[in-house]
C-alpha cells in the first residue's frame, strides 16, 4: 500500500543520503563516458520515481512513458554538462522531465491536468482485486489529505516521496535551504496524517 511505503521512506529518514550522494559522482563519472552498465542502474534506479512524477503532471500513462524516454534520451545527450551544485543526478533529471512536460503543454496549448489527481495504476502490484480496492482507497484518501495542505507542503511531499528528490535537491528547486525543506517534510508529514486520520485512515491493520 502507497501510505505504508510512505511511512516507511519517513522512518528511513535523511540517514543514507551522503552516501548515495558520494556513490552518484563515480556513477556520474561512468555515465559521461557512455558506460552502458552505469547507464542501465541510472534508468533502473530513477525510472520509477520519474514515471510516477509525470504521471502526476500529465494524467496520462502513455504520455508519461514517452516523457521518461524522452528524459533520458536528453540526459544522455547532454551528461557532459550536469553539475551537481547542492542538488545530484536525481533532481537534474526531474527538472529534464518538468521542461519535458511544459514543452509538451505548451505545444498542445493545453492546461495541464490536476497533478494531484492520483492514481494507482503506476504503482504495480498484483490483480488481485483486494489489493486493487486498497489501493485504490488509499489513493483516494491520500488525495484528499493533499488537498488540504499548503502548496508548500504539497510540494515537499510530492517531491521527496514521489520524485524521490534529496533534501538538498528539494531544498534547490523550491528556493530554501536544506535544513528548512527538513523542517517543512516534517512537519508536512505530521500534517499529512493528522489529515488522514481526520479522513478515516489509522494505518494498515
Known amino acids: 500500500m502507497f501510505l505504508l511505503l510512505l511511512a516507511l521512506q519517513s522512518a528511513l529518514g535523511e540517514a543514507d543520503e551522503t552516501a548515495a550522494l558520494d556513490d552518484e559522482v563515480a556513477l556520474v563519472e561512468r555515465a559521461r563516458e557512455l558506460d552502458d552498465e552505469a547507464w542501465e542502474r541510472i534508468y533502473a534506479q530513477y525510472y520509477p520515481r520519474l514515471y510516477g512524477y509525470l504521471y502526476y503532471r500529465v494524467g496520462d500513462p502513455d504520455l508519461a512513458e514517452d516523457l521518461v524516454a524522452q528524459t533520458f534520451e536528453r540526459a544522455i545527450r547532454h551528461i557532459g554538462r550536469f553539475k551537481s551544485r547542492g542538488g545530484g543526478l536525481g533532481g537534474w533529471l526531474t527538472r529534464i522531465a518538468q521542461n519535458l512536460a511544459h514543452d509538451h503543454y505548451r505545444r498542445q496549448k493545453a492546461r495541464p491536468p490536476d497533478p494531484l489527481e492520483l492514481n494507482e495504476a503506476?504503482?504495480?502490484?498484483?490483480?488481485?482485486?483486494?489489493?486493487?480496492?486498497l489501493r485504490t482507497e488509499s489513493t483516494e484518501l491520500l488525495r484528499r489529505a493533499l488537498e488540504r495542505l499548503t502548496p508548500d507542503q504539497r510540494d515537499v511531499i510530492l517531491l521527496r516521496f514521489i520524485a524521490r528528490m534529496t533534501s538538498p535537491e528539494v531544498a534547490r528547486h523550491m528556493g530554501k535551504t536544506t535544513g528548512a525543506i527538513k523542517a517543512l517534510q516534517h512537519r508536512a508529514l505530521a500534517a499529512l496524517r493528522r489529515e488522514l486520520e481526520a479522513l478515516g485512515y489509522h494505518g494498515p491493520s
Open 122 to 133: 503506476w504503482m504495480g502490484g498484483g490483480g488481485d482485486p483486494a489489493h486493487h480496492a
